[in-house]
């Protein structure tokens, strides 16, 4: 049984397979411009929000009167969330602008490190000292709480919405004991210190009584410090419960009742019906662009590098 073959075969074939050639690289090029305008537009998003979405000063305002905002939103730390050198720094410059009638700090923080927190309480009573004229207001979203308060403290009235969470006037120290499991599964710990309590508060180690003892003293001391701290800032508007310095948190309304705090108000209704000046500048200093930019490229870099170790785990176990 034979087959015929058309006649003009092979220049059918050898345009079929340039005609096909000649798609694929059609589709290569468009998917590769694609891709170019996607990382385009990518790097484009970035750069807009790192170097030109971050709210600053509006310089052509800062001539007429206006009520200074300076926000206080994150963790309270050393490294990220909320640095006090930068609060302070802006505080003293709503402080210092002539055009200044008064100054909110609006808070929304769960706390954080304390030393931290007790610079921004030092700094807020200086400049109040400083500027007697110039009132420095609390205003609480969300939560003001533990260092958060303590700061809080230091303003001549606190502000809050009935739903806020206040208070936390405590210290707290946390560690993990992990000497029983390493009793049951056979793991000796070998720890060598010079000083009689250099490995103090290791997890692995049983923790004795003179450890906790000195432990317990230098909560207490912490604790003492934000006490007086409080009373200090608060005087004889707090009631003589004794629970307020118990560590627990309180709503809004609560915390009124208790004088943690003084009336209910926020950043809009303060400005304009305590302070009488409607008009808002923000002068909260904003993380340096190239800083926020490292940090997110580190992120990224951060977690690509988990990723490709969790994937050789993965392959090697």
Request: overall charge negative; charged content about 20%.
């Amino acid at each position: 049984m034979s087959t015929s073959v058309p006649p003009g075969w092979e220049r059918q074939l050898v345009e079929k397979l340039a005609t096909e050639s000649l798609r694929e690289k059609r589709r290569s090029r468009y998917w590769g411009i694609f891709f170019k305008l996607f990382t385009l537009s990518w790097l484009t998003a970035v750069i807009w929000f790192v170097f030109l979405s971050q709210p600053g000063l509006d310089h052509a305002d800062l001539s007429s009167e206006h009520t200074a905002l300076v926000r206080l939103q994150g963790v309270i730390s050393d490294t990220d969330g909320i640095e006090a050198d930068r609060i302070v720094e802006g505080l003293r410059e709503a402080f210092a602008h002539p055009g200044t009638q008064a100054i909110i700090l609006r808070i929304n923080s769960p706390g954080g490190l304390p030393v931290q927190s007790s610079h921004m309480y030092k700094a807020i009573v200086r400049l109040r000292q400083q500027y007697p004229n110039t009132p420095l207001y609390a205003v609480v979203d969300d939560i003001c709480a533990s260092g958060a308060y303590y700061v809080a403290a230091a303003a001549e009235r606190i502000y809050v919405n009935e739903s806020s969470i206040v208070g936390s006037i405590g210290v707290r120290l946390d560690s993990f004991g992990f000497t029983g499991a390493m009793e049951k599964i056979g793991v000796e710990r070998r720890l060598y210190t010079a000083g009689d309590y250099k490995g103090m508060l290791d997890p692995f180690s049983p923790v004795t009584a003179a450890e906790r003892q000195h432990t317990d003293q230098m909560l207490s001391d912490l604790h003492q410090t934000f006490i007086q701290a409080v009373q200090a800032g608060r005087g004889d508007r707090l009631s003589d419960n004794p629970d307020i310095f118990s560590g627990l948190v309180w709503s809004g309304q609560r915390s009124i009742q208790l004088g943690l705090a003084d009336a209910i108000g926020n950043t809009e209704s303060v400005a304009r019906d305590v302070i009488q000046q409607p008009h808002v500048i923000d002068f909260t200093p904003q993380v340096d662009p190239l800083e926020r930019l490292a940090d997110h490229l580190m992120l990224a870099v951060n977690q690509t590098v988990n990723h490709l170790l969790t994937r050789m785990a993965q392959f090697i176990y």
